[in-house]
């Protein structure tokens, strides 16, 4: 089977859980062909297996991409540098008009995002909302379709035609309060953003060499890197599979790039996104989420809890199971908290609960081992921590502790205190989570490999990968985590028997092994219901009896009877 692979940032370019995700199933789905179709893809792919090619890349760099940089997105892209930007005809210029104008209804419209659309009730509300929604594809793939015919779409989308027609859709009866509202200065932001979403839109990659020759396209997310499966749906009929381990407008939401833009704006790219991500889930033959808080994303956006499958990702057990067979290792007075420093993992409340685990149980100790970070000020939100680590537990000078030692330590992965995460969690005895923003701590399955104990706030998929395995309570509740830290520290036994049912736990759901074995019976289940398609060169199966390849006195006879000729 061949299948197309599409990513967004990640493999065979980038690193992180996406890319080894992605690089895990290509090596160990060996019987099938991975092409492989990269938007932002950009300098040298990882070593790829033979089963596997680098197909198709496109660099979406942003709107402050430099000159050298953008001339390159136009030539590999775009194609031609004069193409992209030719005005269009009388006649292109209305389709254009037309299709943007759908669009953009779609997007201004009440109920524009899925979420929305999903919570009203069986009356006006549901109807608008799916009209509003065929609005929105009828602009969307009425844009592709020009932009195959005649490219020059990224020139149009920043045009003052779209300008005019954005403005036009947001002042028309029935628009979002917030899509009325807005300004000059939105609508070129909105229509900027909306050019770079669709660039997909633009690419060489709909042709019969490219996608045109996969039995299956699988976007390894939603949102824009899934755009390139939609089209393939809707020009060859190629069923598409939507993985999703980190929700796309979820992470739209919740990032904090947009902070600086009006409320009008932000009505609008919420609306859009929304939209985008209803029509990937309403197009795809199957999503597979990666854990049941992302299903509910998923169906709150409209999805078909009929063609929804979870499929937990696969993590890597082999590394911790030392770790995890050692039931005494750790320090029994220590917890150990591992992950990205920033804000979401309220290492505030964390500390404030330590304190009183101090008050209570003075030999206690905290590890804080912080994942490397190399963005512009990340910095800045550890060393907050670390300030106000010194105020709550100043140095000792006598006691149980030696002159200048602290209870809490600060650590990098990969320093000489933890250097791996294996020595990290067998350091300690209990794992902490403290976040109040979480899609699938990943943590949390390193821990259970390990056979520690957690405990941890009840925040995105938490619940349902503990699954009564360890202690979890409400966020932003320091006494409630103190409480639930020295319940454990307190019982060993209870700590080694619950640590135990979490290392079961883990080896049966979040394996490697057990992720390739889903998408194995994926593939095929998802082909099996597909319609047949023959291309150029593939001849006509049962064209010719099996009889005719062997030999002997009646393979001529065989021949003549399966061609429809009279016998000699």
Request: charged share 20%.
């Amino acid at each position: 089977m061949r299948i197309g692979l599409l990513t967004e940032g990640g493999y065979p370019y980038a690193t992180g859980e996406s890319g080894l995700w992605c690089e895990r199933l290509v090596h160990g789905l060996g019987q099938h062909q991975f092409d492989l179709y990269a938007l932002g893809g950009s300098g040298t792919p990882r070593p790829l297996p033979p089963n596997a090619r680098v197909a198709r890349t496109a660099d979406l760099g942003g709107s402050d991409t430099g000159p050298a940089a953008r001339n390159l997105l136009e030539r590999t892209a775009f194609g031609d540098r004069r193409a992209a930007r030719r005005a269009y005809g009388r006649r292109e210029r209305r389709r254009f008009v037309e299709a943007f104008h759908r669009l953009a209804l779609g997007v201004c419209g009440e109920n524009a995002t899925g979420a929305a659309e999903s919570t009203a009730g069986p009356g006006e509300n549901n109807e608008a909302g799916t009209e509003l929604g065929s609005a929105f594809a009828e602009g969307l793939y009425a844009l592709a379709e020009l932009a195959r015919e005649r490219g020059g779409l990224p020139g149009a989308l920043r045009s003052d035609d779209a300008v005019r027609t954005l403005e036009s859709a947001c002042r028309a009866p029935g628009a979002r309060r917030g899509a009325a509202a807005a300004g000059l200065p939105d609508h070129l932001a909105f229509v900027e953003h909306l050019e770079r979403t669709l660039r997909p839109l633009s690419l060489d990659w709909y042709a019969e060499d490219a996608l045109g020759a996969a039995d299956l396209c699988h976007a390894a997310a939603g949102g824009t890197a899934a755009l390139p499966g939609l089209l393939a749906k809707r020009f060859f009929g190629t069923p598409l599979l939507v993985t999703e381990y980190g929700v796309q407008l979820r992470s739209h939401y919740l990032s904090a790039a947009g902070a600086d833009r009006s409320a009008p704006l932000r009505t609008l790219l919420a609306a859009l996104h929304g939209r985008l991500a209803a029509e990937v889930y309403g197009q795809a033959a199957l999503l597979t989420p990666g854990n049941a808080h992302a299903r509910r994303w998923q169906e709150k956006c409209g999805a078909d809890r009929a063609r929804i499958r979870t499929v937990h990702p696969g993590m890597a057990a082999d590394r911790f199971a030392e770790v995890g067979e050692d039931e005494e290792s750790g320090d029994p007075a220590t917890l150990v908290w591992v992950g990205r420093a920033e804000p979401a993992k309220d290492l505030i409340a964390l500390l404030h609960a330590f304190a009183e685990i101090r008050a209570r149980q003075p030999d206690a100790r905290l590890r804080i081992v912080a994942v490397p970070v190399r963005e512009p000020g990340s910095g800045a939100y550890l060393a907050h921590i670390k300030g106000l680590a010194a105020q709550l537990f100043p140095d000792e000078a006598a006691g149980a502790h030696a002159v200048g030692e602290n209870p809490v330590t600060f650590e990098e992965l990969g320093g000489p205190e933890a250097p791996t995460l294996e020595d990290t969690y067998a350091a300690g005895a209990v794992v902490v989570l403290s976040s109040v923003v979480e899609g699938f701590p990943a943590s949390l399955v390193e821990a259970m490999f390990c056979a520690r104990a957690t405990v941890s706030t009840d925040v995105g998929a938490v619940v349902e990968i503990i699954g009564g395995t360890g202690l979890v309570v409400p966020p932003r509740n320091p006494r409630a985590l103190a409480d639930a830290c020295l319940a454990l520290l307190r019982e060993p036994e209870r700590r080694h028997r619950l640590g135990a049912a979490a290392r079961a736990r883990a080896l049966e759901l979040f394996t490697v092994e057990q992720n390739l074995a889903a998408f194995r019976g994926i593939y095929l289940e998802l082909l099996s219901h597909a319609p047949v398609r023959h291309r150029p060169g593939d001849g006509v199966p049962f064209a010719h009896p099996a009889e005719a390849h062997v030999p002997g006195s009646w393979a001529h006879k065989a021949v003549a009877a399966g061609t429809g000729a009279p016998d000699a």
